[in-house]
T-cell receptor, first 112, second 110 residues
Framework: EPEVTQTPSHQVTQMGQEVILRCVPI?????FYWYRQILGQKVEFLVS????????KSEIFDDQFSVERPDGSNFTLKIRSTKLEDSAMYFC??????????FGPGTRLTVL | RKEVEQDPGPFNVPEGATVAFNCTYS??????FFWYRQDCRKEPKLLMS???SGNEDGRFTAQLNRASQYISLLIRDSKLSDSATYLC???????????FGKGTTLSVSS
């Protein structure tokens, strides 16, 4: 069964550094998403991406964040100048035309 | 009022028990409803979509009451493997982003 994959599984970085989280969505899916989950809290929407552009973003997704689909398979989330409060699990998700979103295993980001 | 509210639990039940989770949501224009399951430090996984007429998948039954803005999940004959956090999730009127509740934790013991 096709799956969303994410790399790395765990990223440790120093405050102020830039990180890039990578995702490979399911191949025939059209819509791509990033969510985050701070430890002990609910999953929160960050951004959605369709037809090579951002279609929706939340208040969390400020100028510190950017997304890109650099080729036909990868979907990346870049966080510039990381802060301690960016420490969280970051989940990528994708979906076909239908409603159901499929989540990747996540990248645990730790900012020191 | 929070967008999606769930009783956090934990619900501690023996194997074979029937357990019910409830969820309320604030936006009456919400379009789609789901129950996801999340194991510790893992990704959310779709358990089932929730339809207005109610739907069943094996031991799991989901109900939606749009008038009361209320969703439920019933698990019959609980198994040890059902131990997880159950997330009430909806898609709002605008866009396709999912809105998550904080989840209800279930622990099934032998």
């Amino acid at each position: 069964e096709p799956e969303v994959t994410q790399t790395p599984s765990h990223q440790v970085t120093q405050m102020g550094q830039e990180v890039i989280l990578r995702c490979v969505p399911i191949s025939n899916h059209l819509y791509f998403y990033w969510y985050r989950q701070i430890l002990g809290q609910k999953v929160e929407f960050l951004v959605s991406f369709y037809n090579n552009e951002i279609s929706e973003k939340s208040e969390i997704f400020d100028d510190q964040f950017s997304v890109e689909r650099p080729d036909g398979s990868n979907f990346t989330l870049k966080i510039r100048s990381t802060k301690l409060e960016d420490s969280a699990m970051y989940f990528c998700a994708s979906r076909p035309q239908a409603d159901t979103q499929y989540f990747g295993p996540g990248t645990r980001l730790t900012v020191l | 009022r929070k967008e999606v509210e769930q009783d956090p639990g934990p619900f501690n039940v023996p194997e074979g028990a029937t357990v019910a989770f409830n969820c309320t949501y604030s936006n009456s224009a919400s379009q789609s409803f789901f129950w996801y399951r999340q194991d510790c430090r893992k990704e959310p996984k779709l358990l089932m979509s929730v339809y207005s007429s109610g739907n069943e998948d094996g031991r799991f039954t989901a109900q939606l009451n749009r008038a009361s803005q209320y969703i439920s999940l019933l698990i019959r004959d609980s198994k040890l493997s059902d131990s997880a956090t159950y997330l009430c999730v909806l898609r709002g009127q605008a866009g396709t982003a999912l809105i998550f509740g904080k989840g209800t934790t279930l622990s099934v013991s032998s």
